[in-house]
């Protein structure tokens, strides 16, 4: 359908009004712009640059791609982009007519330099996309590379920004190149705006303006070290969160490791030496359910992890299982025996696991629903597999829980383990209780191990990091205690990565070994001393 004079009219006015409201220009790249781009001197090219740039052409986009791809030719008045160095394809730059590539024709040579102020540019073409995440990251680009020639576009984009928050990150950005402005007030004012950033980068920046020879007026200089002083107080608010939450990340996996050894060494008496090595079959199914998704179920890769909890608490209960039944249950009473029968087949399953996967560690890949992290501050990102290791262990212990006092199972095994001769002559069939007992906590292990593989590396020792605090968080808990067990692992997880970012990770570790000695010494039974008839066997 043909257009009339006045549509055409009406038309022109509103993509003028639409231009001037995002704060863009109505006319396109230019022959002189382009040349000027394509020719001269690195300064002659970069002054023309930041002029196209300035006015937020959104055809420079495509010319600049071009740039960087090698594609550009200039022939006498022309500037020509051929796309892939094919001259069939040849296209005006300018116009973006078909063109033809005479023999005259001069290769556009980019250094490093030039390069680097094309990417910068193509960046802060995107602050004026549609796309709200693109505007985003185009931020995040420039905040370390802006520089005056970018202030008016800066502008242009600050105004036409409907997003609070990116209009807000805007103006940050725009005070980040005033900051060195000649003009003494604008600088006062850059620096009071700075005051509200909670970004690292403008404590950077606030520094290296505050460095002797960079800013000499005192007026000035006292603004920016109260605007730095802001920025490092928020800052710090995220430092000091990001170390509760890895203190709580590895309090989690505490839990999780020494969840199982609550019920074989709180509950039986039982001191398992093999208990990381149980740890350790769980993580090597984890990888094995990995590789089978992988070569028999890719498009289902991402659900994997559901697979394999059910298959590391089956794979490492079965070993379990096959521990007491063929070793543990004639060692009952005797715990300084299963001690070293259990260590004796901690080297044996170490060495299995060697000869049939090899010495070296095995990739573990998450899925993508667990890649990633959670960015609550501007200096704080929750990865999301810490976030779901720390979910997964509560509910592990809420449904151990759950075992341990609300079922059959439970009940027999509180049974047998308080009074056994008591239970067996009400009927309980012991032998069975111990290995369904010792095969929970075996279990549990293995889904420690299913949870590690997550978070570190996959290998024969994996165990050998977790058996010693295992131990300490269920006797600082309290032998048999649940209660304790938790309230255990979280304070050394916590506890440690406190003293670590004060001491450094050996002495923390040794901080944490010395102050549980001394807290046994005054309280042997732990947080949580057990009650009733079990406390006086």
């Known amino acids: 359908m043909r257009m009339t004079g006045w549509a055409r009219f009406g038309v022109a006015v509103m993509a003028a009004l639409w231009l001037t409201v995002i704060g863009l220009p109505a006319q396109a790249l230019t022959s002189e712009q382009a040349r000027g781009i394509a020719q001269g001197d690195n300064e002659s090219r970069l002054a023309a640059l930041g002029a196209a740039v300035t006015a937020a052409d959104p055809d420079l986009a495509r010319f600049l791609q071009a740039l960087l791809a090698d594609e550009v030719k200039v022939a006498g008045e022309q500037v020509l982009i051929v796309p892939g160095g094919d001259a069939a394809r040849a296209v005006n730059a300018v116009t973006g007519a078909s063109a033809t590539v005479p023999d005259s024709a001069e290769d556009v040579v980019n250094n490093n330099r030039l390069r680097r102020e094309f990417e910068t540019a193509l960046a802060a073409l995107k602050l004026f996309s549609p796309d709200r995440d693109l505007r985003a990251a185009a931020i995040n680009e420039l905040k370390d590379q802006v520089d005056e020639s970018k202030l008016g576009l800066i502008e242009k984009a600050e105004a036409a920004e409907s997003d609070a928050e990116l209009k807000k990150r805007l103006a940050q950005l725009k005070s980040a190149v005033l900051v060195s402005s000649t003009d003494r007030e604008q600088r006062l004012a ?3 705006a700075l005051a509200s950033s909670d970004q690292p980068a403008t404590r950077s920046l606030l520094l290296e303006r505050l460095a002797p020879a960079a800013e000499q007026d005192a007026t000035v200089r006292a603004e920016l070290q109260r605007a730095l002083d802001a920025v490092e107080g928020r800052l710090a608010w995220g430092e000091r969160l990001g170390v ?13 490791a020494a969840l199982g050894l609550a019920i074989t060494y709180g509950l039986m008496g039982v001191i398992n030496m093999a208990h990381g090595e149980l740890i350790m079959i769980g993580a090597y199914a984890a990888w094995l359910t990995q590789n089978a998704f992988r070569a028999w179920m890719p498009e289902f890769f991402d659900l994997y992890v559901l697979a394999a909890i059910p298959v590391s608490f089956l794979a ?9 039944r063929t070793v543990i249950r004639w060692l009952y009473g005797r715990p300084l025996e299963t001690l070293l029968a259990t260590w004796g087949i901690s080297l044996i399953l170490m060495q299995s696991v060697r000869s049939l996967f090899g010495a070296q560690n095995v990739p573990v890949e998450n899925p993508s629903w667990l890649s990633g992290g959670w960015q609550v501050m501007s200096n704080l990102i929750l990865p999301y597999n810490r976030i779901a290791i720390i979910v997964f262990a509560l509910l592990v212990l809420a449904a151990l829980a759950l075992v341990i006092s609300r079922t ?10 308080q009074n056994r001769p008591m239970a067996a002559c009400m009927g309980v069939n012991t032998a069975r209780v111990d290995t369904y007992a010792f095969a929970l906590g075996s279990g549990i292990a293995g889904l420690a191990g299913c949870a590690l593989a997550q978070v570190g590396n ?12 295992s131990f300490m968080v269920v006797v600082l808990g309290g032998v048999g205690q649940l209660a304790g067990t938790v309230y255990a692992a979280l304070g050394l997880g916590i506890l440690n990565k406190l003293l670590e970012g004060w001491a450094g990770a050996v002495l923390a570790k040794i901080m944490v070994l010395v102050l549980i000695v001394i807290f046994i010494q005054k309280r042997p039974q732990g947080l949580f001393a057990m009650k009733g008839r079990s406390a006086d066997a």
């Open 316 to 324: 490492a209960a079965a070993v379990g299982a096959a521990m007491e």
């Open 458 to 469: 996959v290998g024969p020792d994996l165990g050998q990091a977790y058996i010693v605090d």
């Open 408 to 417: 059959r199972l439970g009940l027999f095994v509180r049974g047998v383990t």
């Open 244 to 256: 509760l939450f890895t203190g709580m990340s590895l309090g989690s996996i505490l839990l999780l």
């Open 190 to 192: 850059a620096a009071r």
